[in-house]
């Protein structure tokens, strides 16, 4: 699939990002500014597990545990810094010099780790699997009752602290997430487009006809499987800074299952597709119960899961190919 | 010690009876129909309160548990028709995806109906003694009575699948479908048949868990994840791996949970060991199944397949 014609698409949404802080504060709702951020935040998220099912057919149906993991150490570090001790005598810090690469870091072991032992299966087992291994997280974040267990944690101090940069204004966060963001996504271009992405390609197609001419497809698969948990660590810790507030429902596999829902509502193995997912996700969750309170459907409003289900099991029989193909639709 | 060993270890059992009964489904609906069905556990779901509402409205345990089966069976037959059919032919990554917003619409429209309160209902009259075993244990009758329901049930089921005809054409279609379907067995009614049989279980271990836990909203998925356990260890598409993975599941899952604090208590300090046990006891079983899966990455009973 080439990339160049939708170049221009790319550099116009990039600009509406740029720009959208401005106007928001223009119209005077600049309120809208914190949402603006999440969908930022979460589309890192989307971006990342994409390379997993879209590029290298590799359903992964745990990734909110890497967002939990980069949530909780930027967490976790801030709690120490409030309450001034140790963790195994290290002493806790806000500086996002040490907080988000010490996240990323984590979220890239972690990664290692649960690829490394459920790459071993294929198909159905690695769903399961990997769902199994997010439950597993989910109930380690839940049993550490020092970081508030099930409740989850305030970060007193507030938002990490960068020289030059004050992320605790709302203006200046959306900036620091975007260009996360742009760069992030910039780095998955260039990765699906490499020899290294079509490797991944081959291994979605056929990884024994891959194996077979010498090449290592479960060592591509960790690789990929790493790089995708990097980029949800980076979304967790992103998200903690955002909400000052870190908690196990992150890490759900319920979120995990939202995930996969904005991927493929958006289009996957588009990249782009999975941000239009994220936008279109987080819309419907903010004005679907308006329009459905609108069509005189009260009930419904409060219940909007009930309107969405449909929608989306519509949506996986009849189109699979998601927003991204409805934009630009293929012209065999 | 002992008599607790052996109260916890019957308790574990008994859970393994639970998970037995929703893995059996789930097994035989992936192994025969090639289906991963994440709302599975909402028929699970669905069996509870059909049971909690119709023993509340009548006040028969019996009259409830013999009726919440249809019930069950009903809204499988609606599921299979209107949306698990149509994804046979579809990859896993559909398959969950059509399941999971399959959830989001049962949980939300139950908790329209119903609300987000749980119901809760007593164990029947009949059955709310105890029994003392063999060793002087004293274990509830009505625990002792789902025990005996799940062994009927695997038992019954295990001469259905290896005895008759249907189990001989189930046995053979989770083989090879194709050459099944060739040979003029209808794979369409037998589909339906194995999804609605695999619901009703779900259902009767949703309505027996009834007196036992709150009837609520998402009872069935956390159920269902410790089922995706049970079938990994045991082996997709396998009865008996079914019935290992459940019991070792629910064996060590209440040991896990029941004895690791005690034991880390002696070599930590209390504090420390109450936060981790926690941890590593629910963490328990998610270690078992890496364990295995290390050395069996199709777990312990691979069924043989063609496809």
């Known amino acids: 699939m080439r990339y160049t014609h939708h170049l221009p698409f790319l550099l116009a949404c990039l600009a509406a990002l740029l720009l959208l802080p401005l106007v928001l504060q223009a119209t005077g709702s600049s309120y809208l500014i914190s949402t603006a951020t999440r969908l930022v935040v979460f589309a890192i998220a989307a971006v990342s597990l994409d390379l997993l099912i879209g590029y290298t057919g590799l359903v992964s149906f745990g990734h909110a545990a890497f967002l939990g993991v980069g949530a909780y150490t930027v967490g976790i570090l801030s709690f120490h810094a409030y309450e001034d001790t140790t963790l195994i005598g290290l002493p806790g810090t806000l500086s996002g010099l040490v907080a988000i690469p010490l996240a990323l870091a984590l979220s890239a072991l972690a990664a290692l780790v649960v690829g490394a032992l459920s790459l071993r299966t294929r198909g159905v087992y690695f769903i399961m699997i990997t769902l199994s291994f997010g439950q597993m997280l989910f109930f380690l974040f839940v049993s550490l009752e020092q970081y508030g267990g099930d409740d989850g944690m305030m970060m007193f101090e507030g938002r990490n602290t960068l020289p030059l940069l004050d992320l605790n204004d709302r203006v200046s966060f959306y900036y620091f997430c975007l260009a996360w963001f742009v760069l992030f996504f910039w780095f998955c271009t260039w990765l699906v487009r490499s020899k290294f992405g079509r490797t991944l390609a081959a291994i979605k197609q056929n990884q024994d006809r891959l194996s077979s001419i010498g090449i290592n497809a479960y060592w591509a698969k960790l690789q990929v499987f790493v790089i995708a948990g990097v980029g949800a660590g980076l979304a967790g810790a992103l998200s903690a800074n955002h909400t000052e507030f870190v908690s196990p429902a992150l890490t759900h596999w319920t979120r995990s299952g939202d995930l996969m829902i904005v991927v493929i509502l958006g289009g996957m193995g588009t990249l782009v597709g999975p941000v239009l997912g994220t936008f279109l996700f987080l819309l419907l969750e903010e004005f679907l119960p308006l329009i459905l309170r609108g069509l005189g459907l009260g009930l419904l409003s409060e219940h909007w899961r009930f309107v969405f289900g449909p929608i989306l099991i519509l949506v996986v029989l009849y189109a699979k190919t998601g927003l991204y193909g409805l934009i630009f639709p293929r012209r065999d | ?307």
């Open chain 2, 1 to 307: 010690m002992s008599q607790l060993f052996l109260e916890q270890l019957l308790n574990g059992v008994q859970l393994g009876m639970f998970l037995f009964l929703v893995s059996a489904g789930l097994t035989l609906v992936f192994g025969f129909m090639n289906i991963i069905n994440l709302a599975h556990g909402s028929l699970f779901m669905i069996g509870a309160y059909a049971m909690a509402l119709i023993g509340g409205a009548t006040g028969s345990f019996l009259l409830a548990l013999i009726l919440s089966l249809p019930v069950v069976a009903c809204a499988a037959w609606v599921i299979e028709v209107v949306i698990i059919r149509r994804l046979h032919a579809r990859d896993h990554l559909d398959q969950v995806l059509a399941t999971f917003a399959l959830i989001l619409f049962i949980n939300e429209g139950t908790t329209m109906l119903f609300g987000r309160v749980p119901l809760f209902m007593d164990v029947p009259e009949s059955l709310s003694g105890t029994v003392t075993l063999p060793g002087g244990v004293t274990y509830p009758l009505y625990r002792v009575a789902i025990i005996g329901a799940g062994l009927a049930v695997a038992l019954a089921l295990w001469l259905i699948i290896a005895r008759t005809r249907v189990g001989m054409q189930i046995r053979a279609g989770t083989t090879n479908r194709e050459t099944v379907e060739q040979l003029g067995v209808n794979i369409d009614r037998l589909n339906t048949l194995i999804f609605v049989v695999g619901a009703m279980f779900a259902g009767l271990a949703g309505a027996l868990a009834g007196p036992l836990t709150s009837v609520e909203v998402g009872m069935g998925e956390n159920l269902l994840i410790l089922c995706f356990v049970c079938v990994v260890i045991g082996g997709i598409g396998s009865i008996r791996g079914a019935m290992l993975g459940a019991i070792t599941v629910g064996v060590v899952d209440t040991m896990g949970r029941a004895f690791v604090p005690d034991i880390l208590g002696r070599f930590l300090d209390p504090a420390a060991a109450s936060g981790i046990s926690a941890g590593l006891s629910s963490m328990s079983i998610y270690l078992l199944m890496v364990v295995v899966l290390v050395f069996r990455p199709t777990g312990l009973f691979p069924v043989a397949r063609s496809v």
